[in-house]
């Protein structure tokens, strides 16, 4: 009976994508669920996934809102 | 000092609701804390509630969507 | 498909106990089920609950430690 | 490698606003990862903040939605 | 910068086991972070994964605790 | 009334020590609060603060188990 929750930045894969698509939700649940069944030997309809989108500014890393800690890292790189 | 937190899909609990509506979410929160009040004798006003309500595509059962799910279990009872 | 998360902290309700009993737990989990059930027309086996009980040094309220808050309030409140 | 998730209410902290502003966000992002390294040398770059904003009437205290409680604890006062 | 947070009750994948082995949590840490790096490019280094256990007693299935749900479905089968 | 959850590996912060201390936790809900009443003017009681200590073998950061990856990434740094 597992719970799976997913916390993700609420944007794009790709260049051109603002948001994870519906099509990416359904793989993401799909093996995690499959993971499950794997490794724990749980059916698949006994796993609950909840996928939760965040805003970027809603999220921190470093200290920093998510994209200024990007932006940071990118520059320490270089 | 009991904290409840809610997950369920944003959907209506009739047709021609899109949603929760705000009087389902009060008699959810009246109960939830009545609940534990009855059982654990927390006083009311120590007890929190959070309700999410989570889009269709973000909610995973049986390894698909729910509304893929839905539509399978719907299916295999025909 | 309810997700119900119960956080309360791990003590006794009547004196002797040291924490939520079984039958309490069963309570809570009856409870909450049936509320979905009555409000929003959730099926019951399509409700999970998960009851956490948090240590009362790992519970914060008022800026202090719960047993300390409540100490502060129970002196107020003379 | 702390994860931090603060809850709070959507609404401005002062007259004329109506959100969590993206520089409260960021302060609170930028103390709670700081205490993190003070109290338990945390490094900042391990630590996770994620903010989520719930609506007013999703939020449940006393047994009451938000604001209902918090007429009723005003009216109290009075 | 995903969050990945996975509930599982505590009880062994095999008899004369009680609980998820260290192998299983790695697995499940690997497939997780792999499925994340797979569909949304999210790198390994910027995933975290946090496994909870939770005791039967704790989990409600149904209106029921676990074990009796369980039992339950069971009974009905035959 | 915010509720905030800070989730950390049970270890000590120190030699010596296995777990985080009382004092320190009494630190982490003091100063989180306290963060709540100056950035978005919270009063202290209305802010509940629930810390979990998590299994360093439940936790994992770059595919790995927690211990694994510090390992890994001090093998790195060499």
């Known amino acids: 009976m597992p719970i ?5 930045t609420r944007e794009g894969s790709a260049p051109g ?3 994870v ?4 939700k ?8 499959q993971l499950l069944l794997d490794v724990l030997h749980k059916p698949l309809d006994s796993t609950f996934v909840v996928i939760d989108e965040v805003e970027m500014e809603n999220w921190g890393w470093g200290g ?15």
């Open 64 to 78: 920093l809102p998510a994209e200024a800690f990007r932006a940071q890292r990118a520059a320490e790189k270089k």
């Open 21 to 24: 698509t519906a099509e990416e």
């Open 4 to 8: 799976v929750n997913i916390k993700v």
């Open 17 to 19: 994508r603002s948001a």
């Open 26 to 33: 359904a793989l993401l649940i799909k093996g995690v669920s």
